[in-house]
């Protein structure tokens, strides 16, 4: 899959599969093991907890909020 066909928050998965080695789905399963949870507390979770990014933990919890609302 083209990353230039994916839009929002799905659109990070590469690069954040690239930059820290590990498939998205790790980071999302952790993020719903926290759930339910605010937003902004489980960004704030990944980024002490783990070190990621501020866009990246944004990105992961934005994708894990999309899916689980469908």
């Excluded at 980071?27 to 783990?50: E, G, I, N, S, Y």
């Amino acid at each position: 899959m083209s990353t230039d066909s994916v839009k929002g928050s799905a659109s990070y998965c590469p690069f954040i599969e690239k930059t820290y080695g590990r498939p998205i789905g790790e980071w999302q399963q952790l993020v719903r093991t926290r759930l339910p949870a605010k937003h902004l507390d489980l960004v704030a979770m990944l980024k002490a907890d783990l070190g990621r990014g501020h866009g990246h933990a944004n990105a992961i919890v934005a994708h894990v909020f999309s899916d689980h609302q469908r």
